[in-house]
């Protein structure tokens, strides 16, 4: 039997993707101290697009990064409500997604302007890992339900 993957099945895929990503770059930027780089948000300097120095670089990255997460979330859960509508608990999943989105990105507001306080990066980091437990969990589901294509032998 062959998985046969739809829209959502591969677009949750790849959202849950780039979330783990996200993740793994916010880890760099806490363990070589980048975060202090941009001490204001959302701008990095008093800039839009600031002076690329190595530190800046790296949380410059993980902030454009981050808003391809969000692209890639709001995809999601539009294709959540056309696909499964409501009530469905894999819309249910990919609107928490979006929703502990928002407030993931207000949390990393409050982790520049804290000075990356070791409680507030933690948070961020518990928040992320929370999103992408939700973001994967629909993907799972929606790809446990998928139809499957019986090949003869």
Known sequence: MA???????????????TIYFLI??????????????????PLCNGEFVPTLTPPVLIEFTHRIWASVVTIFVVATMILAWRKYRWP??????ATLTF???????????VTVQSGTEPIVVTA???LATFIFATALSASVISIAHAPREVKPN
């Open 3 to 17: 998985l046969k993957l739809g829209t959502f099945q591969a677009q949750s895929l790849v959202t849950a993707g």
């Open 24 to 41: 793994v770059l916010g880890g760099f930027v806490s363990s070589t101290g980048s975060g202090l780089a941009c001490p204001d948000w």
């Open 88 to 93: 469905h608990r894999i819309t249910a999943l």
């Open 99 to 109: 929703i502990l989105l928002l407030n993931q990105v207000l949390l990393g507001m």
């Open 124 to 126: 961020h980091l518990a």
